[in-house]
């Protein structure tokens, strides 16, 4: 009887040609630049450890505490200044002078001669501020119409939203309009004339006096 054949090495283990390039193991292949651990390009410049990158707050506790230190350790030096004590001496002066009946008394009878002395200059004066605040603006007409919740809108309301044509709402409108910066304007002016025209004049009576 003849011996049992053995099998060959080819027939029996075919993993070396089946593991070749295309079948085999692709562990190292797999764990390539693209599908490997990819945890050293992560921690890269954008996904690495950003601790140092963050500011500690105990050390900005630290830091604001030394600024607040050294502000502090300059106050003494600051009060103590020929400025800041003289500073200190007007303000406490200016204080006191307010709080004295007789400043009030004597600024009263001053002002009260210079109206008796200047009234025309007086009156310009007063028409010169009373056309900066602009009185038509405040009641609520303004460049853009007719201002929500003013006296002008009141008032407009109790007239059931009906404004006549030439009634003295609607030119009131037409000059909120128009005079939203040509009224200020001309309060400028005529205050600036109030106070240089006088002066003007009282320069060129000296000159034909000299003359």
Known sequence: MAPPRRPRDDDNDTSSDEAGPS????????????DGDTSSDEAGPGGGDTSSDEADPHELCCRIKGLSIDAFAHIPALRDSPFVTALLANFTRAVDTLKDPAFWRALYHTITEY?????????????????????????????????????????????????????????????????????????????AAAVVVPKAIEWLKEWFQKG
């Not at 190292?28 to 693209?34: H, K, M, T, V």
């Not at 009185?135 to 119409?145: E, I, M």
């Open 115 to 191: 109206i008796k002395q200047h009234p025309w200059q007086t009156a310009a004066i007063l028409l010169g501020i009373v056309l900066i605040l602009n009185p038509v603006a405040l009641a609520g007409f303004g460049a853009g119409g007719v201002v929500g919740g003013s006296i002008a809108a009141g008032i407009q309301a109790g007239m059931g939203g009906y404004i006549a044509a030439g009634s003295a709402f609607a030119i009131l409108q037409s000059v909120g309009v128009l005079g939203a910066v040509a009224i200020p304007m001309t309060g400028l002016g005529v205050l």
């Open 23 to 34: 079948g085999g193991d692709t562990s190292s292949d797999e764990a390539g630049p693209r």
